[in-house]
């Protein structure tokens, strides 16, 4: 496609050339999404924002953050997606003071009452482990919505402040704020890192019950780790072919894990099939599977398996 964009002389249309860097980025190829965006024969905010983005979207929060720098350094001004993308960055590598720096820009140009830039910070600080800024930007805004009550909330679990995050969700409720499908994966992480099975299932079942929504793959994945963690492991394949709308090789891999930790061989072996079906090339599937037969005493069959991870 790419070839196609030059042979066709459109190589200078801006849009499309921030498309080819978003598209390089998120197929983790990041060098060649920084060298088109060298050869581009003009820089916008949208390609910059695409730049800064692709590295935060390969994991590299120190250079996106060196390009940020760089940017301000030009005629190019950030908009509030350029600096949601810089605040992700510092959150992804802890960077408080560097996210304390772009917090004051944002406050000077007016855009901290834009609700996703404050979402934005909110993140930034509870994955810095600053609960206290996080609570001050929730605290400070003259209206707060469904995205930063969101933000606020997944910012408790985040800090492990996980009473003051049932607290916030129990006044959002009371300040008449739907929860949406996003409250809701927050919710059951949190139960499911705390090991609340009860409160999880009633969570769960609150969704369609009580909030009109159906929950998703990601939704279901999080009851059945909770499930699957605390033992229960039947239930939680249940769960998991209940919920069942496409491939999901992340939920069924996590319960295998969860097999193991339990030793449940014949769980194992379903949740280990229709990992294989879903990803024969996931080798975690077939490691996990060989550790089961290893610990259970069965050798033979945990060679079998391994044998099969080459096949």
Same mark, same amino acid.
């Not at 790419?2 to 197929?27: P, Q, V, W």
């Given at each position: 496609?790419?070839?196609?964009?030059?042979?066709?002389?459109?190589?200078?249309?801006?849009?499309?050339?921030?498309?080819?860097?978003?598209?390089?980025?998120?197929?983790?190829?990041?060098?060649d999404?920084?060298?088109?965006?060298?050869?581009?024969?003009?820089?916008?905010?949208?390609?910059?924002?695409?730049?800064?983005?692709?590295?935060?979207?390969?994991?590299k929060?120190?250079?996106?953050?060196?390009?940020?720098?760089?940017?301000?350094?030009?005629?190019?001004?950030?908009?509030?997606?350029?600096?949601?993308?810089?605040?992700?960055?510092?959150?992804?590598?802890?960077?408080?003071?560097?996210?304390?720096q772009?917090?004051?820009?944002?406050?000077?140009?007016?855009?901290?009452?834009?609700?996703?830039?404050?979402?934005?910070?909110?993140?930034?600080?509870?994955?810095?482990?600053?609960?206290?800024?996080?609570?001050?930007?929730f605290?400070?805004?003259?209206?707060?919505?469904?995205?930063?009550?969101?933000?606020?909330?997944?910012?408790?679990?985040?800090?492990?402040?996980?009473?003051?995050?049932?607290?916030?969700?129990?006044?959002?409720?009371?300040?008449?704020?739907?929860?949406?499908?996003?409250t809701?994966?927050?919710?059951?992480s949190?139960?499911?890192?705390?090991?609340?099975?009860?409160?999880?299932?009633?969570?769960?079942?609150?969704?369609r019950?009580?909030?009109?929504?159906e929950?998703?793959?990601?939704?279901?994945?999080? !009851?059945?780790?909770?499930l @699957? &963690?605390?033992g %229960?492991? +039947?239930?939680? =394949?249940?769960?998991?072919?209940?919920?069942?709308?496409?491939?999901?090789?992340?939920?069924?891999?996590?319960?295998?894990?969860?097999?193991?930790v339990?030793?449940?061989?014949?769980?194992?072996?379903?949740?280990?099939?229709?990992?294989?079906?879903?990803?024969?090339?996931?080798?975690?599937?077939?490691?996990?599977?060989?550790? !089961?037969?290893?610990?259970? @005493? &069965?050798?033979? %069959?945990? +060679?079998?398996? =391994?044998q099969?991870?080459?096949?």
């Open positions: 496609v790419h070839e196609k964009i030059i042979r066709h002389g459109y190589e200078t249309n801006m849009f499309l050339g921030s498309a080819l860097i978003d598209m390089y980025s998120k197929c983790q190829s990041i060098d999404a920084r060298a088109w965006f060298h050869v581009m024969p003009k820089q916008n905010v949208v390609s910059w924002t695409a730049v800064i983005g692709g590295y935060v979207q390969v994991g929060g120190h250079e996106a953050l060196d390009l940020f720098g760089k940017m301000q350094q030009t005629n190019v001004k950030p908009n509030a997606f350029t600096f949601m993308t810089a605040l992700n960055a510092c959150a992804m590598i802890g960077a408080i003071e560097e996210g304390k772009i917090h004051f820009y944002l406050v000077d140009i007016g855009l901290e009452l834009d609700a996703f830039v404050n979402s934005a910070l909110i993140d930034m600080y509870s994955n810095c482990r600053s609960r206290e800024d996080a609570c001050k930007v605290s400070t805004m003259p209206k707060q919505d469904t995205i930063t009550w969101n933000a606020m909330i997944a910012g408790c679990f985040q800090c492990n402040s996980y009473e003051l995050a049932w607290r916030k969700y129990e006044e959002m409720q009371h300040a008449n704020m739907k929860p949406d499908n996003v809701f994966l927050s919710l059951l949190g139960c499911s890192n705390q090991g609340l099975v009860v409160r999880g299932y009633d969570i769960f079942k609150s969704m019950e009580h909030h009109g929504l929950p998703t793959i990601d939704h279901c994945n999080c !009851i059945a780790d909770l @699957g &963690r605390v %229960d492991v +039947e239930e939680a =394949e249940d769960v998991l072919k209940a919920g069942e709308s496409g491939s999901n090789v992340i939920g069924w891999t996590s319960l295998l894990s969860h097999c193991r339990h030793s449940n061989i014949e769980v194992g072996l379903r949740c280990f099939h229709r990992v294989v079906v879903l990803d024969p090339k996931n080798s975690k599937g077939y490691i996990l599977m060989s550790n !089961i037969f290893a610990n259970a @005493g &069965r050798p033979n %069959d945990a +060679e079998i398996v =391994e099969l991870r080459y096949c």
